[in-house]
C-alpha cells in the first residue's frame, strides 16, 4: 500500500490505471469493505490498481467543526483498516476551502489527471463537487466506467456510519461489532496525563484520541494490545509482582476504560479522555502505541460529588467489570 496526500492544486501524480472508491469510510465497516471487495475485483478483470480517496478533515468537520458527528474512526485507523483489505493507494484529499469550491466537473478532472482513473465503485446516492452538483450519471457522462454498490444490510438494516455512531453510544457493543466486522476499538499513543487516578489508588494511563470527539461515552470493560510488543511482557519485565489480569489476545491486558470528560474533576477546559486503569499492574507505558477494545459497557459518565466518592465509585466499577471477565473467559463476541 502507498499513502497519498492530495490538495486540489496539487501537481498530478504519476500513477498507474487505477479503479477508484470515494467516500468518509468512517469506520472502514461492513459496507465499506463490500465497496473494497468490489473495487478489488473490478481491478482485476481490467488490470487496474485500486485506490481509495478519503478526506481529511472529513466534510462535516470542515463545515461544522466541533458540533460535526463524532469520529468512529481516527485517520491511522482508517489507514491501517483499508490496508488490511489489500488495497494498492490510499489518497488522503486535503478538505478545505478550494477543495470544496470545486466543481463537479473540475472534481471529474482532478480524478481522470491526478489518479488516472479508468473506473470508480460508488455508494447509493453518492455526490460530490461544489453544492453536490456531481453523481454517478456525470461521471458516466464524463467518460467514466460507474459501479454503483446497493447498501449492505445486517438483520434487516442498512449498514452505515450513522447507525454504528448510534449504536456504540447505545453501549450495544455487541451490534457494533456485527455492523462494523471486528470488535470496536480505539488506537492511540499513552501520553501524560494530570495523574489525578495515582492519588486515588486507581493508575490510569491516558491514550490519545486523535479526533474531536469520540462515540463512546462511560465505563467499559477493555482489553488493551500494545502495537509494538507484548503488553504482558513489557509489564512482567519492569515488575514481576504486578502483572495484571490477562486480556483474550495473545499479551493483552484487560482493564476498566474510562471515556469522557471527568465531570468530577474540577478543569478549567474540559477535554475528553480516554483512560484505561489496569488492576494490579505497576509499569511505565508512556509513548507506547495501545489498542484499546471496548468488551462490555457498564454505565454512563457520573458526576461524583467529591474525590472520595469517585474512588468509592471506581472501586465499584473494577469489581463488576472483573466480575464480567471472570464470567467470559472466552472472547464474548
Request: contains cysteine.
Given at each position: 500500500m502507498k499513502l497519498?496526500?492530495?490538495?486540489?492544486?496539487?501537481?498530478?501524480?504519476?500513477?498507474?490505471?487505477?479503479?477508484?472508491?470515494?467516500?468518509?469510510?468512517?469506520?472502514?465497516?461492513?459496507?465499506?469493505?463490500a465497496m473494497v471487495s468490489q473495487l478489488k475485483e473490478l481491478a482485476a478483470q481490467h488490470s487496474l490498481k485500486t485506490a481509495v480517496m478519503i478526506f481529511e478533515p472529513q466534510p462535516l468537520e470542515f463545515f461544522k467543526g466541533?458540533?460535526?458527528p463524532p469520529r468512529i474512526s481516527s485517520l491511522r485507523e482508517k489507514v491501517e483498516y483499508l490496508t488490511e483489505l489489500g488495497v494498492d493507494y490510499i489518497v488522503v484529499a486535503k478538505f478545505d476551502n478550494a477543495f470544496r469550491s470545486l466543481s463537479a466537473e473540475e472534481f471529474a478532472d482532478l480524478l481522470k489527471t491526478k489518479l488516472n482513473t479508468q473506473s470508480l465503485v460508488l455508494g447509493e446516492d453518492h455526490h460530490f463537487g461544489k453544492n453536490r452538483q456531481g453523481n454517478s450519471e456525470f461521471l458516466r457522462n464524463y467518460?467514466?466506467?460507474?459501479?454503483?454498490?446497493?447498501?449492505?444490510?445486517?438483520?434487516?438494516?442498512?449498514v452505515s456510519s450513522t447507525l454504528i455512531r448510534q449504536t456504540l453510544q447505545a453501549g450495544d457493543l455487541a451490534h457494533a461489532a456485527k455492523l462494523l466486522g471486528r470488535p470496536y476499538s480505539i488506537t492511540g499513543r499513552v501520553q501524560y496525563g494530570d495523574q489525578i487516578g495515582r492519588t486515588i489508588d486507581f493508575?490510569?494511563?491516558?491514550?490519545?484520541?486523535?479526533?474531536?470527539?469520540?462515540?463512546?461515552?462511560?465505563?467499559?470493560?477493555?482489553?488493551?494490545?500494545?502495537?509494538?510488543?507484548?503488553?504482558?511482557?513489557k509489564v512482567q519485565n519492569e515488575c514481576p509482582d504486578k502483572?495484571?489480569?490477562?486480556?483474550?489476545?495473545?499479551?493483552a491486558l484487560y482493564g476498566a476504560g474510562h471515556v469522557g470528560t471527568r465531570p468530577a474533576i474540577a478543569q478549567a477546559h474540559p477535554e475528553w479522555r480516554l483512560e484505561v486503569h489496569f488492576p494490579d499492574v505497576s509499569a511505565n507505558l508512556y509513548g507506547l502505541l495501545m489498542r484499546v477494545t471496548f468488551l462490555n459497557y457498564l454505565h454512563g459518565e457520573k458526576n461524583y460529588p467529591s474525590l472520595e466518592a469517585l474512588k468509592t465509585g471506581i472501586d465499584d466499577d473494577v469489581e463488576k467489570l472483573l466480575e464480567f471477565r471472570q464470567d467470559h473467559p472466552q472472547f464474548p463476541f
Open positions: 497519498l496526500r492530495l490538495n486540489a492544486l496539487a501537481p498530478d501524480f504519476q500513477l498507474p490505471k487505477t479503479a477508484v472508491t470515494i467516500g468518509n469510510f468512517d469506520g472502514v465497516h461492513l459496507g465499506h469493505q466541533y458540533e460535526a467518460g467514466f466506467h460507474v459501479t454503483d454498490l446497493n447498501n449492505v444490510e445486517v438483520s434487516g438494516e442498512r493508575p490510569t494511563i491516558n491514550v490519545r484520541l486523535n479526533r474531536h470527539r469520540p462515540c463512546l461515552h462511560g465505563i467499559y470493560g477493555v482489553e488493551v494490545q500494545c502495537e509494538t510488543q507484548s503488553l504482558t511482557d502483572t495484571g489480569i490477562a486480556g483474550y489476545a495473545p499479551g
